[in-house]
Structure formats: structure tokens, C-alpha cells
């Protein structure tokens, strides 16, 4: 029911700055919340930055002070600005939306949920 389409990733010196984006379409008003999450080769995936339906976030400790998420509910695109990118931070990074939200339009069922972007690549060099 939500379909995600992420863009910005690619190859930056560490200091340096990115910008990704992700692009919601289908039923966005039923979104409960959006996050990203990143993969390293031979690690887990973990969670980046988590943002609400009311806007409230939470961030691993290892980004805070250095990433900011955010959202256009206008142009229902999700946004992750990265400031000072570490070698550390290179990984995979995944869009994600769940749901639904407890709302009269909204369907209880779970189906579609969560949905994940394709993940797109983020390299910091040093």
C-alpha cells in the first residue's frame, strides 16, 4: 500500500555531507511512522533516524548531532541530512514506512507493512 523510492546516496569524502530522499506514494495518510536504516558488509542492519506522524524523532547515538530526518507531508518525501560523515558510516541505507496509523480511513490489517526502499549506497572515504 506504500511504495518507497530513495535517491542521494553516493561516494563522499569523510567531513562531507549527503543528503538522502525518499519518496512515499500510495496510501501516505496511513503511515504511522518513517526511519531509516543502514547495513554494513558483515553487520546487522540497524536504525538511523526514526520519525513520527507528530514529528517526533529519535536517532541512534552514533548519528546524533550529526543527522537530521525530516519530512514534506506536502510532497510526501522523507529526508536524511548527513553532516560530517565518518568512514563508519558507510553502509547500505534503507527507506522504511510503517503502519498503519489508528485513523477511520486507515484498514487495521498490517498487510504491506512495513515497506522498505531498495536501499541505495552510501561511501565515506577518508
Known amino acids: 500500500q506504500v511504495q518507497l523510492v530513495e535517491s542521494g546516496g553516493g561516494l563522499v569524502q569523510a567531513g562531507g555531507s549527503l543528503r538522502l530522499s525518499c519518496a512515499a506514494s500510495?496510501?501516505?495518510?496511513?503511515?504511522?511512522?518513517m526511519g531509516w536504516y543502514r547495513q554494513a558488509p558483515g553487520k546487522e542492519r540497524e536504525l538511523v533516524a526514526r520519525?513520527?506522524?507528530?514529528?517526533?524523532?529519535n536517532y541512534a547515538d552514533s548519528v546524533k548531532g550529526r543527522f537530521t530526518i525530516s519530512r514534506d507531508n506536502a510532497k510526501n518525501t522523507l529526508y536524511l541530512q548527513m553532516n560530517s560523515l565518518k568512514p563508519e558510516d558507510t553502509a547500505v541505507y534503507y527507506c522504511?514506512?510503517?503502519?498503519?496509523?489508528?485513523?477511520?480511513?486507515?484498514?487495521?490489517?498490517?498487510?504491506?507493512?512495513?515497506?522498505w526502499g531498495q536501499g541505495t549506497q552510501v561511501t565515506v572515504s577518508s
Open positions: 522504511n514506512a510503517d503502519g498503519p496509523r489508528r485513523y477511520a480511513d486507515c484498514s487495521p490489517a498490517r498487510n504491506g507493512y512495513p515497506s
Open positions: 500510495g496510501d501516505t495518510i496511513c503511515i504511522s511512522a
Open positions: 520519525i513520527t506522524s507528530t514529528r517526533s524523532t
